[in-house]
Antibody, heavy 128, light 107 residues
Framework: QVQLVQSGAEVKKPGASVKVSCKAS????????MHWVRQAPGQGLEWMGI????????SYAQKFQGRVTMTRDTSTSTVYMELSSLRSEDTAVYYC?????????????????????WGQGTLVTVSS | DIQMTQSPSTLSASVGDRVTITCRAS??????LAWYQQKPGKAPKLLIY???SLESGVPSRFSGSGSGTEFTLTISSLQPDDFATYYC?????????FGQGTKVEIK
């Protein structure tokens, strides 16, 4: 069965960076796009960006451009999301979420735009 | 960005009730709308995509309808497992956006 297992909770100081991992299993890792979505405490959901695990292509929401980097390691079926210059407003649960569209072109981003499997979430707390 | 507005924000209902949640888009999104259910401390779960298509494994008491700018999620007979927060999400524009959520509480 499809599983997305994320790394554990993190506490960071303002200005620092955090790197969250998401290990996929139960399907062919390079065949499905992966998104990152975050949720601040008691708030709604916010889409951050997407990575094509096959070719490594990425696309980020404008709000996070310049601060977020998504990468993947095909040897371990793991995607990573690194967020830099952290501020208190970045305190949130970060989720990886798979897109159901099959990757056809390794270098392209052509996903469906919905999220059919989710990781369990990683709480990132930014506090001085 | 396309703004998604859900109503109501909170809904109190009893087991067996028919429940309807509305989601409005700030501009037309055709049928590119999904619905998710989220329980406290858990990740969201996909229920409906393309406005009315039921995700595999989701009970048939859940249904979605609408197109353009107005959409509804209906639970035909509320079950104890359905008390949760529900989010709509548009995927017409590349910047995916969610509604603010509707919490379904026990009356």
């Amino acid at each position: 069965q499809v599983q997305l297992v994320q790394s554990g909770a993190e506490v960071k100081k303002p200005g620092a960076s955090v790197k969250v991992s998401c290990k996929a299993s139960g399907y062919t890792f390079t065949s499905y796009y992966m998104h990152w979505v975050r949720q601040a405490p008691g708030q709604g959901l916010e889409w951050m960006g997407i990575i094509n695990p096959s070719g490594g292509s990425t696309s980020y929401a404008q709000k996070f451009q310049g601060r977020v980097t998504m990468t993947r390691d095909t040897s371990t079926s793991t995607v990573y999301m690194e967020l830099s210059s952290l501020r208190s407003e970045d305190t949130a649960v970060y989720y990886c979420a798979r897109d159901p569209k099959i990757v056809v072109v390794p270098a392209a981003i052509a996903e469906e735009g919905i999220f059919d499997y989710w990781g369990q979430g990683t709480l990132v707390t930014v506090s001085s | 960005d396309i703004q998604m507005t859900q109503s109501p924000s909170t809904l109190s209902a009893s087991v067996g009730d028919r429940v309807t949640i509305t989601c409005r888009a700030s501009q037309s999104i055709s049928s590119w709308l999904a619905w998710y259910q989220q329980k406290p401390g858990k990740a969201p779960k996909l229920l409906i995509y393309k406005a009315s298509s039921l995700e595999s494994g989701v009970p048939s008491r859940f249904s979605g309808s609408g197109s353009g700018t107005e959409f509804t999620l209906t639970i035909s007979s509320l079950q104890p497992d359905d008390f949760a927060t529900y989010y709509c999400q548009q995927y017409n524009s590349y910047f995916r956006t969610f509604g603010q959520g509707t919490k379904v509480e026990i009356k």
